[in-house]
């Protein structure tokens, strides 16, 4: 079974630009999280999907950021302008379970560097 | 609100030797905890969880972690570390009052086994 996968692993760009990084959940999986990791402190929740509905998008930083998951499938995170702040690791994630108490399914994630 | 401390950022240990990583949380309601392995260039990989019942759980690879309600604590531990062990360790909590999914994650402790 094919697990959380992430595209890019690695996006260079230049601050101002924009960026779209794509996640495919666990076939089946209705649930589909983004974290981030930014500057190596901790990682943090950004938002979280049930199928296609935004059930918490309370980690959002701000309206440059846009997640979208169409169909309910893979989701897509747009940054638009990226700032040098936006570096980091982005996380990807999915689970079965609505009432987690099973775990998460993490992608390798994917580095945004902005210069 | 739900948090999570992990003091130390860094941990070296000789192999054979027992490997104990630190972790204390805090939440309004009853926590889940969770921990969750990075070896480089990889992805997050869920090592073990206490939900309920026995305060010892036991995961992958010889971990396991002992649920302290009254420290507020869930140390990882192995009693014989080796050198694979060599990875990025975090430790993650969910208030069991809260919905949804969300996780919040401590800012990691990296592991150095050396042989």
């Known amino acids: 079974e094919a697990g959380v996968t992430q595209f890019p692993s690695h996006s260079v760009i230049e601050k101002g630009q924009t960026v779209t990084l794509r996640c495919d959940p666990i076939s089946g999986h209705d649930n589909l999280y983004w974290y981030r990791r930014v500057m190596g402190k901790e990682i943090k929740f950004l938002l979280h999907f049930v199928k296609e509905s935004k059930q918490d998008e309370s980690g959002m930083p701000n309206n440059r950021f846009l997640a979208e998951r169409t169909g309910g499938t893979y989701s897509t995170l747009k940054v638009q302008p990226a700032e040098l702040e936006d570096s980091g690791v982005y996380f990807c994630?999915?689970?079965?379970?609505?009432?987690?108490?099973?775990?998460?399914?993490f992608g390798e994630g994917s580095r945004l560097t902005v210069l | 609100a739900q948090s999570v401390a992990q003091p130390e950022d860094q941990v070296n240990v000789a192999e054979g030797n027992p490997l104990t990583v630190k972790c204390t949380y805090s939440?309004?309601?009853?926590?889940?905890l969770f921990w969750y392995v990075q070896y480089p260039n990889r992805g997050l990989q869920f090592l073990l969880k206490?939900?309920?019942?026995?305060?010892l759980v036991k995961g992958s690879y010889g971990f396991e972690a002992e649920f302290n309600k009254s420290q507020t604590s869930f140390h990882l531990k192995k009693p014989s570390a080796l050198v694979s062990d060599s990875a990025l360790y975090f430790c993650?909590?969910?208030?069991?009052?809260?919905?949804?999914?969300?996780?919040?994650f401590g800012g990691g402790t990296r592991v150095l086994v050396k042989p």
């Open positions: 993650a909590v969910r208030d069991n009052r809260a919905a949804g999914n969300k996780l919040t």
């Open positions: 939440v309004s309601g009853n926590p889940y």
């Open positions: 994630a999915s689970s079965q379970d609505w009432q987690v108490t099973g775990e998460l399914f």
């Open positions: 206490y939900i309920t019942g026995d305060n």
